[in-house]
């Protein structure tokens, strides 16, 4: 489980739903309520006023086009780690563990 910034971000993301969090990409944003999927995405939290991580979009399809899976595709075809945050977390640990920035 993602610790967000603060307790009002966790409410919101997981009480009121009105912060979306994509844990795979470490990116939270407010949606646009227009019936699609699209959100307008936060870099500082509006109640803390702390900067949240940046994304990870760039990274993960990388990874991705590396092990020649093109994406968008059906989750079931993605590496199991990378169906979550997971993939993240593994790096950010392995990095803690050697001492490198992430």
Same mark, same amino acid.
């Given at each position: 489980? !993602? /610790?967000? +910034?603060?307790?009002?971000? $966790?409410?919101?993301?997981? /009480?009121?739903?009105?912060?979306? @969090?994509? *844990?795979? @990409?470490? /990116?939270? #944003? !407010?949606?646009?309520? =227009?019936?699609?999927?699209? @959100?307008? $995405? %936060?870099?500082?939290?509006?109640? +803390? #006023?702390?900067?949240?991580?940046?994304?990870?979009? =760039?990274?993960?399809?990388?990874?991705? /086009?590396?092990? #020649?899976? =093109?994406? *968008? +595709?059906?989750?079931?075809?993605? *590496?199991?780690?990378?169906?979550?945050?997971?993939?993240?977390?593994?790096? %950010?640990?392995?990095?803690?563990? #050697?001492?490198? $920035?992430?």
């Amino acid at each position: 489980m !993602v /610790e967000h +910034c603060c307790s009002n971000m $966790q409410y919101m993301i997981e /009480e009121e739903q009105s912060i979306i @969090f994509l *844990p795979e @990409f470490r /990116e939270y #944003g !407010v949606p646009i309520l =227009d019936g699609g999927s699209s @959100f307008l $995405q %936060m870099n500082f939290c509006p109640w +803390c #006023g702390k900067k949240l991580p940046e994304s990870l979009r =760039d990274e993960f399809y990388d990874i991705l /086009e590396a092990k #020649g899976i =093109d994406y *968008p +595709c059906p989750k079931e075809e993605l *590496p199991e780690n990378m169906r979550s945050e997971k993939w993240w977390q593994e790096k %950010m640990a392995d990095n803690c563990a #050697g001492n490198k $920035q992430f």
